[in-house]
C-alpha cells in the first residue's frame, strides 16, 4: 500500500482503530486512552485541516491528558474482589504455621511452606522448629516463634 496519497486524518483514525483492537487483545487499560487521543486527533485534522506539525503537538497533548484522566478514573474507581490476596502468595500465608528446614541464624533461614521452601527472616530457630508467617517483604517471609503452652496444657498455642 502506498502511503504517499492518505491524507493525514485517516492515518490517524487507522491509528485510533488499530490501537483499540490491540486493547482489546491485550487488554491492560491503557493503550485505549492512546487510542482515543489519536482519534480526536483524527477528526480535528479532518474538520480543520490543520498542519501536521500541529497533529503531532496536538496528539502529544491529548495523549498525555487522556493517559492522567484515565489513571485517576482507575484510582477512584477500585474494583472490588472478593479475593483481595488472590495474587498475593506471600500475603495469603500470614498467619500460618510453618517448619524451619535450614535453621535461622543471624535472622535469616529457611522454612518449609507446602511443598515449597521460602527464605525467611527472624529470631534464631533450629531446624525442626515451628515459627509463624507474621509477614512478608517480596519472596521473603518474616516469622516469629510459635508460642507453646505450658506442660500439661495439650500441645502449641494458635496452630492455624
Avoid at 505450658?150 to 500441645?155: I, K, S, V
Wanted: proline fraction near 5%.
Amino acid at each position: 500500500m502506498n502511503w504517499d496519497g492518505i491524507e493525514p486524518h485517516w492515518v490517524w483514525l487507522i491509528g485510533a482503530a488499530v490501537l483499540g483492537i490491540a486493547e482489546l487483545l491485550m487488554p491492560g487499560v491503557f493503550l485505549i486512552w492512546l487510542a482515543a487521543a489519536a482519534a480526536i486527533t483524527g477528526f480535528a485534522a479532518l474538520i480543520f485541516a490543520v498542519p501536521l506539525a500541529f497533529q503531532f503537538a496536538l496528539f502529544a497533548l491529548l495523549a498525555l491528558g487522556a493517559v492522567t484522566f484515565g489513571r485517576r478514573w482507575y484510582a477512584s474507581h477500585p474494583v472490588e474482589s472478593s479475593d483481595p490476596l488472590l495474587n498475593d502468595r506471600a500475603a495469603r500465608l500470614v498467619g500460618e504455621t510453618v517448619r524451619v528446614v535450614a535453621a535461622i541464624e543471624g535472622g535469616q533461614g529457611r522454612v518449609k511452606v507446602g511443598d515449597g521452601v521460602w527464605e525467611a527472616r527472624g529470631p534464631d530457630a533450629e531446624v525442626g522448629a515451628r515459627v509463624r508467617v507474621v509477614g512478608a517483604a517480596g519472596t521473603c517471609l518474616k516469622v516469629e516463634p510459635v508460642a507453646t503452652l505450658p506442660a500439661g496444657g495439650g500441645g502449641e498455642a494458635g496452630s492455624a
